[in-house]
Nanobody, 124 residues
Framework: HVQLVESGGGLVQAGGSLRLSCAAS????????MGWYRQAPGKERELVAVVSSAGRTNYSNSAKGRFTISRDNAKSTLYLEMNSLKPDDTAVYYC??????????????????WGKGTLVTVSS
């Protein structure tokens, strides 16, 4: 099994920066691509950025040019560096991991995983 725990959320002024972390533990062989999603009250959960095990990245249009996603496979940790933050970035940010299709061990269920989220609040 895999557990994802986010940290680094908090209150920041518009134009400021924040770095989120997501620590993966347990059977990390069972996961591959990881990403950040966010959800504001009354809005749909949306993809922010994803990164493959090899380090290939993709960003939403709103995140592109402002946010940087990265991962440290040795530490089993995912990061999101957020710069030039706007009030519209205010949301609960969730860490997500896709199953590893090459992991055939009985330890892996083939499911994806979610963290419980960390709140980011950007003030005007």
């Amino acid at each position: 099994h895999v557990q994802l725990v986010e940290s680094g959320g908090g209150l920041v002024q518009a134009g400021g920066s924040l770095r989120l972390s997501c620590a993966a533990s347990g059977d990390t062989i069972c996961i591959s691509a990881m990403g950040w999603y966010r959800q504001a009250p009354g809005k749909e959960r949306e993809l922010v950025a994803v990164v493959s095990s090899a380090g290939r990245t993709n960003y939403s249009n709103s995140a592109k040019g402002r946010f940087t996603i990265s991962r440290d496979n040795a530490k089993s940790t995912l990061y999101l560096e957020m710069n030039s933050l706007k009030p519209d970035d205010t949301a609960v940010y969730y860490c997500h991991a896709d199953p590893n299709p090459w992991a055939t061990t009985v330890l892996c269920s083939g499911q994806d995983y979610w963290g419980k989220g960390t709140l980011v609040t950007v003030s005007s």
